[in-house]
């Protein structure tokens, strides 16, 4: 639940980020348990180039505090979107930090905004969107792939934010976002290889006053 809201301790379940240096980092599943090949529940010990990790040690501590690793030290941080972008697993290609921080400003995303976006890729942009836009607001997010769209919702749930997130599986070009979105969205946001054959869609979806 670690993306919802700040805390100072880790819980089993979070999404801790191990900060080794500036260029070394990684987004850990805070769990003490995970399967092997042979599906048997093994001893979740994560490996580093400064040693290993045992995940189960990080529960309880405080983020930001130094851990230990077999042959050095790390820090444990709270998961941000932007912490995220950078330590994500790639199912596509993404948005990154400063694109996003133009990308909310220009669309004017705020607090209780009703955002559209396609397609949700690898959730680096949603996940910036759903910090801007919770708790009144809500983000609906639409990819034709179905594999990237269940592991979006997968993300989306460990990370505590399904609550404010609709994620579809949708070719948008094609059929847009849908009868019900049609007038509510504040900001549309496209990132397609064929934008320009859902520009249609998205004017249909807008609101008069969004963006
Ligand atoms: C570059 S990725 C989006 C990355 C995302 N903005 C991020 O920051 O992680 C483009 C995504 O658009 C999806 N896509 C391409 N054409 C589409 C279409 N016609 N309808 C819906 N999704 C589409 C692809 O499956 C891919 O996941």
Known sequence: MSFANFKDNIDEGDTAILYLSANSMHAIEVRPKIKNKKDELIE??????????KVRDL?????????????????????TPELWTLTLPHRTQIIY?????????????RPGSVVVE????????????????K???????????????????????????????TVAQRD???????????GKADAVFLDLPHPWKAVEHAAD??????E
Do not use: M
């Not at 983020?63 to 820090?75: H, I, M, P, Q």
């Not at 948008?172 to 049609?182: A, D, P, Q």
């Not at 979806?205 to 969004?210: A, H, L, N, Q, W």
């Open 44 to 53: 979740n010990v994560f490996q580093t180039t400064y040693g290993a990790l």
């Open 172 to 182: 948008v070009c094609e059929f847009g976002f849908g009868e019900e979105l049609k």
């Open 135 to 165: 708790p009144q607001g809500h983000l609906y997010t639409f990819d034709f792939h179905s594999h990237r769209v269940l592991l979006a919702q997968e993300e989306f749930a460990n990370h505590g934010v399904a609550e404010f997130v």
């Open 97 to 109: 930090t400063p694109d996003i921080s133009l990308i909310i400003f220009q669309l004017e995303i």
């Open 59 to 79: 529960i309880g501590k405080k983020y930001g505090s130094k851990v230990e690793l077999s042959r050095g030290w790390a820090y444990v941080l709270h998961p």
């Open 118 to 133: 396609s397609g949700t890729g690898s959730g680096s942009l949603s996940h910036a969107l759903l910090r801007c836009i």
């Open 205 to 210: 979806v807008i609101r008069e006053s969004g």
